[in-house]
């Protein structure tokens, strides 16, 4: 049986989970949003991660159907917390092209009460390839609804500087690859630098992805990051694993 096929029936049978991984405010150490991750329970594979069932979503065109069932259920799930935490959902390309994404958001916040000003959407800047004019007209659309829009995966495409220029973008994370060179390639501190540096001239906050290590932790505070996200600060996780306190009635 081929992946394609089970991934047509994996949302009517249930297999897909959200897992939630932290994001920290560096000035106080502060968890103040989670982003959403998506996993596939495979019934014959087991846990099957994103990076291979989403590029056939993509192809298939199911990524629209999923999308939606992500954006539902992460802000279902977030409006259910007790503490106002932003929610950050990832998009794909695909979703800007089929649809009425604008349409889909507005009626999916309505739906579960979660305040616009709650919900940040991460996009790559492969979103603005292929028919950038579209894809802004969109952005400027969903901007008018109240949410944010990050800048995913900043740094690893090849008109990143273009994309920030063409719209006003309310975050940019920095690519885990980044963090992931420091200390070992010379050149990563002084690339991570200058992000920081573009980011507070154009007054847009910047995440540094990837934070797997107190010397990563050290290094982004003392830089004057904004934000982080990375296994040293929480892996994704369940939405039953991330406030025990809770769950356990204390
Ligand atoms: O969680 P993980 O690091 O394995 O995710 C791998 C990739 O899958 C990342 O690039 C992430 O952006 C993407 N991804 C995770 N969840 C979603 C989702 O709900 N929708 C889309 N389009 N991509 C996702
Ligand atoms: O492309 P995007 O930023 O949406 O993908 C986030 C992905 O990065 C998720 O799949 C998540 O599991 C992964 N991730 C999150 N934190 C870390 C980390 O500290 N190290 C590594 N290697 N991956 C991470
Ligand atoms: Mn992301
Ligand atoms: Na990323």
Request: some cysteine.
């Amino acid at each position: 049986r081929s992946l394609a096929r089970d991934l047509r029936l994996a949302l009517a049978q249930g297999e897909f989970e959200l897992y939630y991984q932290p994001q920290s405010r560096l000035t106080d150490n502060l968890t103040i949003g989670y982003e959403a991750l998506i996993r596939w329970h495979h019934p014959t594979r087991g846990l099957i991660p994103p990076a291979e069932f989403i590029p056939i979503a993509e192809e298939t065109g199911l990524i629209v159907q999923i999308g939606e069932w992500v954006l539902r259920q992460a802000c279902a799930t977030a409006a259910s917390w007790a503490e106002p935490y932003r929610i950050a959902v990832n998009l794909s390309p695909v979703q800007f092209s089929h649809g009425a994404l604008p349409e889909t958001v507005h009626a999916i916040l309505v739906e579960t009460g979660l305040s616009p000003k709650r919900l940040e959407l991460e996009v790559t800047e492969s979103l603005l390839i292929s028919d950038p004019d579209t894809a802004l007209h969109i952005l400027r659309r969903l901007k008018g609804l109240g949410v944010s829009i990050a800048m995913d995966d900043f740094g690893t495409g090849y008109s990143s500087l273009s994309t920030l220029q063409s719209f006003p973008f309310d975050k940019i994370k920095i690519d885990r690859s980044f963090l992931d060179k420091l200390g070992k390639h010379r050149k990563a501190a002084s690339i991570i630098r200058a992000v920081l540096a573009l980011g507070r001239s154009l007054e847009i906050p910047v995440l540094a992805e990837g934070i797997e290590t107190k010397a990563h932790l050290d290094f982004l505070r003392q830089e004057g990051c904004d934000e982080a996200q990375g296994y040293f600060l929480g892996r994704p996780m369940p939405v039953g694993m991330m406030f025990p306190q809770a769950a356990a009635g204390v």
